[in-house]
């Protein structure tokens, strides 16, 4: 069994700097074998910003890989935004937008969906798809994790990421089972299941780890125990003014069929 935990949207500079220690104690609780963190890690780009969440990700003892989010690109600088987009966030998380890492029979390959030009809207491009697809592992369980989503429910009145559609379309058929995603602050996996458009695929959209906005409602992250076809996802939530996280909501799913189906 191999366990991914999922955070996003930490937003420093902008964050519960109250729930800081006891998200720290949750994920050395849970012991992963790799942590994710899908961008927005600052709230406007900053160099101070980017600093506190360096010594936040120093803290967790777990391998971890990050990518940048709309956030992490510089918002008032427009010269630094026009031809040296990611240069502070190479500068302070490393110099791959698009790492990968192997946990036991789990590959997890990074996608940089930021898109600099737009500020909010993200851009998914053919590129990066096409390495992704290049690496995935045709015996193991193959995870993408971006930003962006890659597909969006009615009820959502943000753009969709450009060429989303055709890059999901691509990494399914190409053998890619799970995409990790942020950016909406909204938590959604049932309900893009239901739709029936990319059974194949189970996407887990995740809500802000540390976003201060209080109309968010509540603080969380997600926590991926893999074995075979077989994924267990917890749902960790601190709710906006309560002290630290309660007991997770835990679905199961398997994809022994062909497609993903929850159990």
Request: charged fraction near 20%; hydrophobic fraction near 45%.
């Amino acid at each position: 069994m191999t366990r991914i935990l999922h955070l996003t949207d930490l937003h420093f500079g902008f964050h519960r700097a109250a729930l800081e220690k006891p998200l720290l104690e949750r994920i050395a609780a849970l012991q992963p074998d790799l942590v994710t963190v899908g961008g927005d890690l600052t709230h406007r780009g900053l160099t101070g910003q980017m600093a506190q969440a360096r010594a936040f990700l120093d803290r967790i003892a777990a391998p971890l890989i990050c990518l940048p989010g709309n956030h992490d690109v510089p918002l008032w600088n427009l010269v630094a935004r026009t031809f040296w987009p990611f240069r502070d966030y190479r500068k302070v998380f490393g110099p791959s937008l698009t790492p990968r890492a192997q946990a036991g029979d789990v590959r997890v390959m990074a996608i940089n969906s930021a898109d600099p030009y737009s500020w909010q809207r993200g851009k998914i491009r053919a590129g990066e798809v096409a390495r992704v697809i290049e690496h995935v592992d045709p015996l193991g369980t193959n995870i993408a994790v971006l930003h962006h989503p890659l597909q969006q429910l009615p009820r959502v009145d943000k753009a969709l990421a450009r060429q989303a559609a055709e890059g999901l379309r691509r990494m399914e058929a190409a053998g890619v089972h799970v995409v990790l995603s942020g950016h909406l602050h909204r938590w959604a996996v049932d309900d893009l299941l239901a739709t029936g458009r990319y059974p194949r695929v189970l996407q887990i959209q995740t809500g802000t780890a540390l976003c201060a906005r209080v109309t968010d409602v509540q603080n969380e992250f997600a926590l991926l125990e893999i074995e075979g076809t077989d994924l267990r996802l917890e749902r960790h939530m601190a709710p906006m003014g309560g002290q630290g996280f309660g007991e997770p909501e835990i679905a199961r799913y398997s994809r022994a069929s062909g497609v993903w189906r929850r159990v």
